[in-house]
């Protein structure tokens, strides 16, 4: 069950360990709690000089290798520009709770083998339609285009439709690398940085908001 109430992270403001730890503790609620702002992060992306951002669906967590994970079509351009240049970074805000997250890292696209795989198979036939696209996400069509095959418009199609879209499908893994949180409040603004190296914390620091 999804944890959807303010009071039960960022409690002690006085703790950064427990800041942090609740920072996972949020992002880990968010892939299932529609109404938690931290599900549709944007994604920061920058190589051969063009920035760009996207909105995402966080999509999985893994709070011990701090990495976190999304699912895209394996043809759109933010899977060629992480591939030239993994560097990212990803901006989450939760309007209720008032709290920003801005993490950065090193982002692995995965398309065939045991991660893309495992994910594929795990998800409901819901999400996974898109992936029947007939033409390269962002490519220039005669007139509007919803990029669904007709006969699935209207209905989620069984698994043996959804063969053909397997090859379409990527998941983005990213490993943190710097987590910078802020946390909106009436008396006073809070933030901290923290660092990590080989799925530890190695930095944990207040800054100035
Ligand atoms: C609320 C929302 C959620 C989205 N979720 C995803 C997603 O999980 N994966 C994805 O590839 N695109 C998602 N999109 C679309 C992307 O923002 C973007 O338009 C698309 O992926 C093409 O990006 P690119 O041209 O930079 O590759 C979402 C858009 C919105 C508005």
Redesign the pocket.
Known sequence: MADTTTSDHFRDLTDLHGIEADCWRLLQAAVHDKSCGWR?PALATCSNGEL?Q????LRKIDAHSHRIF????AR???IKSIRSSPNVSWLFYDATRQVQLQLTGIATVHTDGDVADRIWHGEAESSLRGYLAAYV??SIRPMPESNLPTGVRIRVPDRNELSAARGNFAVISCEVGTADWLLLQPDGNLRARFTYEDSAVSTADWLAP
Not at 54 to 57: F, Q
């Open positions: 549709l760009r996207r909105t995402l669906v999304a699912h895209t079509d759109s351009p933010k996400p962002g």
